[in-house]
């Protein structure tokens, strides 16, 4: 019998708490002077920080093969380096979309001495990141890689980072294009 209004007590009080809790929204990230974002792979992390000052932290998925850095098209790897948001995508199969300058420059080197891009490739997005505009995305070192909505349940994309919808809409009003993105191991 105590087993029995054990259960019952229990079965009463989970969904009223979840129905107070699911309904609760968060806070709007603050209006920031130097917005920035890190990401920090390993502890499947996202900051973000209005200069040194930490304000806010998100846990996220990544790519479907996410230990070391992006080498080549395909293999769902997340970057690793410093890039910037060239865009904002309101329109993205995954909710809400930042897009990262991958590759960058340092990338574009590898690739040029690697032999997996040309050099009007490496040309192309030296040029590119020197203007603060979307690399060339469709080069054999990848690219269209974005920080997106549709949940952090498993390391699922192609190489992006995700974050649960609520979050990445909070992310997608607080950072402007330009913003500087850390993607760190």
């Not at 080069?139 to 190489?159: P, Q, R």
């Amino acid at each position: 019998m105590k087993v029995f209004l054990i259960c019952i007590t229990f079965s009463l009080i989970v969904p009223t708490a979840a129905f107070f809790t699911s309904g609760q929204t968060r806070q709007p990230l603050p209006p920031m002077e130097n917005p920035h974002i890190v990401v920090k792979k390993k502890q499947r992390l996202l900051q973000i920080f209005d200069g040194e000052k930490l304000v806010r932290k998100y846990k996220i998925g990544l790519g479907f093969a996410p230990l070391a850095d992006k080498q080549i098209e395909g293999d769902g790897k997340t970057p690793e380096g410093t890039f910037y948001v060239f865009t904002k995508n309101d329109r993205s199969r995954f909710y809400l979309s930042l897009g990262v300058s991958y590759p960058n420059v340092e990338d574009a080197r590898r690739g040029l001495k690697n032999k997996i891009i040309t050099a009007e490739e490496y040309e192309a997005i030296v040029k590119a990141t020197g203007k603060k505009q979307m690399p060339p995305q469709k080069t054999a070192l990848g690219g269209e890689i974005y920080i997106h909505g549709g949940g952090t349940t498993s390391d699922w994309t192609d190489g992006c980072v995700a974050l649960q919808d609520e979050e990445m809409k909070e992310i997608f009003d607080a950072i402007p294009v330009g913003a500087k993105v850390r993607i760190l191991p």
